[in-house]
């Protein structure tokens, strides 16, 4: 048997082989079925709808602290100009969702980001309709704030899809402008997502915590170990500094600065662990690279391709995959249901992983790197089918490692999932959490009210409940997404049909019932276009 990679290839790889020959054993392959299923556009006119009920759910910016607030001047603003660019920015807005929406099946990354979109062009449109004349922008001006804050995220998200066509770029680049000229009608600065920043530091400053304690209990009590808990030390007190300024809605110039300062001090420390190999310190320096990352987002920072990072996060990669088979004995591979395909996955595997590291070692074009990065994707699927049913504790740990390793990857490289299955639990569990305070309100509001459709509205409420702990367990037990398209669709009618009940409430229920409806619709739709 001749093993193309056996110059680099594990002795087990060797061993492995000539126990298949052996051992001969069957098995049959797993049968992969596409189920083309046809998911139903989203209703956007739902999305409005459900804001268009007087004192009801009014405006998609409820109140808050999250947006800093501006004085309408009437004597500087052109109330006539401003009507001009909503309406181009609502056109547009139309036209880009159109052609991301036929895009989806050419560049799959755009569809995380419909949902996004979906609510951009919803709330420009109903601001267009609403903003005329200075009554209409006083009563909605935090909505303009928020429409600006929402696409300046989703500009500088869309921007980061590779592949995207030309005229998605040319509507992009207009929504820009006119976002720009409303901004400037009305004299203010460009809006940030305070909200997400407030979170998102707090988990940077909690994620250094974590870090800085394993560092004091893994490391030791060397002179390094003692330099490298200092640095990791003062690191802290800048995610502290910088999760302070995020509170205090400090300006997007020096949240920037301040959060660049923390991204030099987090690069050395950074490369300083590295060279101690451990597991601990890894899990925790992996958290708050994630919220480091989560941050330049919110902050509107171009992202860019760390190549020593690629080459850390590959070497992890291939040393997980060897201690998945250092932890796996040989007779326990054997009993694999597919153990005669084990020596050429694995081999496989290898091959791709030994590709890709030699293509960033030469320091070779993003383009190139991307598609090895896909073969390396496709390698896994096959490894992780053939020897995730493995009878070992040890080796499942080991490949859960292996599985992190390579989102790790994906994520360094700014690779954008078709599915993100991590984000679409989050907005179930939120959908179910919603769906739970709905309840308690709709049953303290109906035994008050007792209205001629009470009934009627128990059994609604009660069908959304179960339907948002269903959707939400489907996605936590790894269900297909053909079956949780189907349990969204079901929901959204549920949904419907309650909205209609609640907007009924004349009891001191009623802000708290449209506080969480405000937040139910979009939820929704956020989960729907990301399974679409």
Not at 178 to 193: E, F, Y
Request: charged share 30%; proline share 3%; with cysteine.
């Amino acid at each position: 048997m001749t093993l193309p990679h056996s110059h680099w290839a594990p002795k087990w790889l060797i061993m492995l082989g000539a126990a298949v020959l052996i051992a001969s054993v069957a098995g049959e392959a797993l049968a992969q079925t596409r189920i083309a299923s046809a998911f139903g556009k989203i209703d956007d006119e739902d999305f409005e709808r459900a804001y268009q009920t007087e004192q009801f759910g009014r405006g998609i910016e409820g109140p808050g602290g999250y947006l800093p607030s501006f004085d309408v001047d009437r004597n500087r603003v052109d109330i006539t100009k401003l009507q001009t660019e909503l309406t181009k920015f609502s056109r547009t807005s139309s036209d880009l969702y159109d052609e991301l929406d036929r895009g989806i099946r050419v560049v799959p990354e755009i569809r995380p980001h419909i949902g996004d979109m979906l609510k951009v062009r919803a709330r420009s449109r109903l601001l267009a309709q609403r903003v005329d004349g200075f009554g209409g922008l006083e009563e909605y001006k935090s909505d303009i704030q928020g429409l600006d804050r929402d696409w300046r995220q989703l500009s500088y998200d869309l921007r980061a899809i590779r592949g995207m066509s030309r005229t998605a770029v040319r509507y992009i680049d207009e929504l820009d402008a006119a976002n720009d000229a409303i901004g400037q009608s009305l004299q203010i600065s460009p809006t940030l997502d305070y909200r997400e920043l407030v979170i998102t530091t707090a988990e940077l400053r909690a994620s250094m915590s974590n870090l800085l304690d394993d560092i004091e209990i893994e490391l030791g009590r060397t002179a390094e170990a003692r330099r490298l808990q200092l640095q990791a030390s003062q690191t802290q007190q800048q995610a502290s500094h910088l999760a302070g300024l995020a509170l205090e809605q400090a300006s997007s110039d020096q949240l920037i600065s301040e959060f660049k300062r923390f991204e030099r001090d987090w690069t050395e420390l950074n490369n300083g662990l590295r060279s101690y190999n451990n597991r601990y310190v890894e899990r925790s320096a992996r958290r708050v690279m994630e919220s480091s990352q989560e941050t330049r987002q919110l902050l509107l920072i171009p992202q860019e391709i760390d190549r020593a990072e690629l080459v850390y996060l590959t070497r992890n990669l291939e040393r997980d995959t060897n201690d998945f088979f250092d932890r796996a004995p040989l007779r326990i591979l054997m009993r694999l249901p597919e153990s005669e395909q084990a020596l050429a996955t694995a081999d496989q595997f290898y091959g791709v992983l030994e590709n890709y590291i030699d293509l960033v070692e030469r320091n070779e074009e993003v383009d190139d790197l991307v598609e090895a990065y896909s073969y390396i994707d496709d390698a896994w699927t096959s490894f992780e089918r053939v020897f995730r049913p493995i009878n070992s504790e040890d080796a499942q740990q080991v490949l859960n490692s292996v599985e992190v390793s390579i989102l790790d990857l994906q994520q360094s490289m700014l690779i954008e999932q078709s599915f993100d299955r991590h984000t679409a639990m989050e907005l179930a569990a939120e959908l179910e959490n919603l769906a739970g305070h709905l309840d308690q309100d709709v049953r303290r509001w109906l035994s008050r009210s007792n209205p001629s459709y009470r009934h009627e509205a128990l059994r609604d409420v009660s069908s959304f409940v179960t339907g948002s702990q269903s959707l939400h367990e489907s996605l936590v037990t790894e269900g297909s997404i053909q079956e949780a398209r189907r349990q969204a669709s079901q929901v959204w009618d549920d949904w419907r049909r309650v909205y209609q009940h609640i907007t009924k409430c004349d009891t001191s229920e009623r802000p708290y019932l449209a506080r969480t409806s405000s937040r139910t619709t979009p939820t929704l739709v956020d989960l729907r276009a990301l399974l679409q």
